[in-house]
């Protein structure tokens, strides 16, 4: 295992800069996702600190030694891509024995490694097939095998899920977590899909061209994102962002509508243009009001996502059960104040409180 630092991380190709100046440190143990859109800088960011890339500037560091320069061997990594890259020709056992076949372990060392990790990942009984007798949930733990009988000091995830069907991407999730709680590798996780980023991480490390915009816990990237970027790109459904001014009370209003806001809101924020952040369960639909109208209805088994539309924008509330309400339906509108959260309308940062 190692803690790994990036200390002002930069690649550039040519003129653009695809990582720009990425400072991060990982613990020893911990499991780190980098997470955002396609072309934010993330998988660059991975091949970095594998040893695929060369880093146009900073220090990359593992247990305090610079590392730069030195290949994916040297540092010790394995990293398992979106690609299983396992060899056709090969059984599952040869597949995940190949490393130690190549380091010229003894045959008795390699059979014994290669039986444990099979056991470990479920494997026991393909050990004698062909990668393409298996399905791409099975060929996926060959390939996490293939990494993990090296004993790495680091895993390094690219993407591994995207060719999974979601029932199979679920369940290489509970897999690969299960995984790291027995081993205990310090693993840094590339995906865009925040489900997996939020179910899998110790913290979250959320990129946006080249740069990062947030590392914290999946809870607090989630309660208290720090810009609006990472507040649309955690959650499912996205939190609704709402324009406005903050007024005296405080008061938030927008248009004819008007949400009192907890008074931690108040300091520093009175008077200024903001932008009112709220997530769909700390938003209430009520039946028999005026303040907005139905637009449409999402139900989702245990609840249900209601859109509304009105005068400032649209909301949408996640509401328990199977709820029933119709498109065109006009209803009342509440705000949890407990669940808001105010951005700068101009820097986007998240206005403390």
Partial sequence: ??????????????????????????????????????????????????????????????????????????RDVAMVFQQYALYPHMTVAEN?????????????????????????????????????????????????????IREPRVFLFDEPFSN?????RLRMREEV???????????????????????????????RAGRIEQVATPAEI?????????????????????????????VFRAGALAFAMPERLADGAAGR?????????HVQVMPGGSDAVVRVTQPLGPFTNVTVDWEGGSLTARVPGMAVFSPGERVRVRLDPSGVRLFDRDSGRSIPG
Wanted: net charge neutral.
């Fill in 273 to 281: 243009d903001v932008v009112l952040g709220v997530r769909a369960e």
């Fill in 96 to 148: 995940i024995g190949f490393t130690l076949r190549l380091q010229k372990q003894p045959k008795s060392d390699i059979r014994r490694r290669v039986g444990e990790v099979a056991g470990l990942l479920e494997l026991t009984p393909y050990l004698d097939r062909l990668p393409r007798e298996l399905s791409g949930g099975q060929q996926q733990r060959v390939a996490l095998g293939r990494a993990v």
């Fill in 222 to 250: 989630y309660a208290h994102p720090a810009t609006q970027y990472v507040a649309r790109f955690i959650g499912s459904p996205p939190m609704d962002m709402l324009s406005g001014v903050l007024a005296s009370g405080p």
């Fill in 164 to 168: 999974l069907d979601a029932s199979l």
């Fill in 1 to 74: 295992m190692a803690r790994v630092e990036l200390s002002g991380v930069t690649k550039r190709y040519g003129g653009v800069e695809a990582v720009a100046g990425v400072d991060l440190a990982i613990a020893d143990g911990e499991f780190l996702t980098l997470l955002g859109p396609s072309g934010c800088g993330k998988s660059t960011t991975l091949n970095l600190l594998a040893g695929l890339e060369d880093a146009t500037a900073g220090d990359i560091l593992f247990d305090g030694r610079r590392v730069n320069g030195l290949g994916p061997f040297q």
């Fill in 177 to 207: 977590k299960v995984l790291h709680q027995r081993l205990g590798v310090t693993s840094i996780f590339v995906t865009h899909d925040q489900e997996e980023a939020m179910s899998l991480s110790d913290r979250i490390a959320v990129m």
